[in-house]
DNA sequence: CGGATCGTTGATCAACTTCAACGGTCGTGG
DNA sequence: CCACGACCGTTGAAGTTGATCAACGATCCG
């Protein structure tokens, strides 16, 4: 578990082992079981949490009643809200295990206390909202460029390993689709 | 202009005037004309953007010739392919003047030499970064949760300004629909 | 075995796009 | 300072995409 959040962090800022040590003590780890919940709406936002192993969504319900999923997190990736973390507020979001999940988490004053200490956490978390944001902006590119049908295709395209092992009506939920209409468009390519 | 850059920075960060006057050194200030470019696709990434007067906006031609907008930036506000940037690498994206624009800029080399001197910017970024990445996941989320109809209410409501300011093919472009359709929802509401 | 959960299929319907034509306004050049 | 053209917003008719609803099958798990 440590150690993977090791390699990460070395991939953009580097660290020697013995600093790592004292780092990986701002960090605990746990493990979640499928389907259940690490945040829920109306709940403080306290944590944010790095994926090992497994999978998480972050999703919200709409105003009929609908899971819409936001962000997923499979091995190596942060999640949380972010914003509600940030000023310590109430999240409308949900945090659900998609799979059984290992993963190491923050509180905020842990987080406060470890960029403190460490200047270097603060370059490497830098790093990582950089590209969280980069990549929310080509989600939206997708979003607003193709039909659906084509966001499915180049979505199984690019990331092939997520369509199988994230349920179809996850997969639909992020990509902003119906369950039934992504069924359709399956279905449609076999012809 | 630099001013401005110096009370948004003490928004997030303590900082003295004395170490801003240093600070300082690392960012140009420049002004553009309206429908002018700072970006072009297949350009390479080379800075980003602080706006202190005007507005920009960052969009890109999707595959059937159409300008999409997927960001603004007005007064305050940071604007990059941030993505782009940080691989120092080509860009599918434009960035034009909606209004004749003043700005500070940073460039790449200069970006990375703030950071490593001054610490304290690395946690200024980091928290500018936390910000709009949290504010690209509630935007997907207006998007996904509302009708087209719906989200321009919703946006003009909260944004009433920009609305006013900005040319309405501009904001149909970033609230996802046609020009037309916008025109006919504005149409609706007056009866 | 039995129930809940997930995917499929078809019919209907609403939201939104596309295309085409028109009118107003702004800015530029003559 | 006027006239022209480009640009932008508007309106209507017709066409599509994708949502909704309902029913059925399959599979998984206790």
Same mark, same amino acid.
């Not at 319900?61 to 997923?72: A, C, R």
């Not at 949380?80 to 409308?92: E, G, I, P, V, Y």
């Not at 406060?112 to 200490?117: C, H, P, V």
């Given at each position: 578990?440590?150690?993977?959040?090791?390699?990460?962090?070395?991939?953009?800022?580097?660290?020697?082992?013995?600093?790592?040590?004292?780092?990986?003590?701002?960090?605990?780890?746990?493990?979640?079981?499928?389907?259940?919940?690490?945040?829920?709406?109306?709940?403080?936002?306290?944590?944010?949490?790095?994926? /090992?192993?497994?999978?998480?969504?972050?999703?919200?319900?709409?105003?009929?009643? /609908?899971?819409?999923? $936001?962000?997923? @997190?499979?091995?190596?990736?942060?999640? +949380?809200?972010?914003?509600?973390?940030?000023?310590?507020?109430?999240?409308?979001?949900?945090?659900? @295990?998609?799979?059984? /999940?290992?993963?190491?988490?923050?509180?905020?004053?842990?987080?406060?206390?470890?960029?403190?200490?460490?200047?270097?956490?603060?370059?490497?978390?830098?790093?990582?909202?950089?590209? @969280?944001?980069? @990549?929310?902006?080509?989600?939206?590119?997708?979003?607003?460029?193709? +039909?659906?049908?084509? $966001?499915?295709?180049?979505?199984?395209?690019?990331?092939?390993?997520? $369509?199988?092992?994230?349920?179809?009506?996850?997969?639909?939920?992020?990509?902003?689709? /119906?369950?039934?209409?992504?069924?359709?468009?399956?279905?449609?390519?076999?012809?």
């Amino acid at each position: 578990m440590y150690s993977d959040l090791y390699s990460h962090i070395t991939q953009f800022v580097e660290l020697n082992s013995n600093d790592f040590e004292q780092i990986s003590s701002y960090y605990e780890c746990k493990t979640i079981k499928k389907k259940k919940h690490l945040l829920k709406a109306n709940d403080l936002c306290k944590e944010i949490y790095f994926v /090992t192993k497994g999978c998480l969504h972050l999703y919200f319900i709409d105003d009929s009643g /609908t899971e819409k999923t $936001v962000q997923f @997190a499979m091995e190596n990736w942060w999640l +949380s809200d972010f914003q509600a973390f940030n000023r310590q507020s109430k999240t409308n979001f949900f945090i659900q @295990a998609v799979e059984t /999940t290992d993963l190491l988490h923050i509180s905020f004053d842990n987080y406060q206390k470890l960029l403190t200490d460490w200047p270097i956490m603060e370059r490497y978390y830098r790093q990582i909202h950089e590209i @969280a944001h980069g @990549a929310s902006l080509t989600r939206m590119r997708y979003i607003f460029n193709y +039909s659906k049908e084509e $966001v499915f295709y180049r979505f199984r395209e690019q990331f092939p390993e997520f $369509v199988q092992r994230v349920p179809q009506y996850l997969v639909a939920s992020f990509l902003g689709l /119906t369950p039934e209409y992504l069924s359709k468009i399956r279905g449609k390519k076999l012809s």
